[in-house]
């Protein structure tokens, strides 16, 4: 689930969530940047997979989320 929220965010922002300097350090505390483009369901669609592993969704949580049912009307 973190790599299809890796992969989410660089395809839908052209960027990788985490870059820089202190690269390590800034994905061990989860130091990303959410653009304003992104929707508030994708927005915490993304927040929820690019998480702690204790946090993270499951596949059937992500199934039920509000984004992906919204994006399967």
């Known amino acids: 689930m973190w790599n299809l ?3 989410l ?3 839908s922002t ?4 985490f ?3 202190n690269l390590l350090e800034r994905i061990q505390t989860l ?5 304003m483009q992104i ?4 927005g915490d669609f993304l927040n929820r997979l690019l998480t702690e ?6 596949v059937a949580q992500a199934l039920d989320h509000p984004f992906v049912k919204k994006s399967e009307m």
């Open 19 to 21: 870059s820089g300097v």
């Open 14 to 17: 052209g960027i990788a969530p």
């Open 53 to 58: 592993e204790e946090k993270r969704m499951t």
């Open 5 to 7: 929220g890796l992969l």
């Open 39 to 42: 929707s508030k369901e994708f």
């Open 9 to 11: 965010y660089s395809s």
């Open 31 to 35: 130091d990303y940047h959410m653009p």
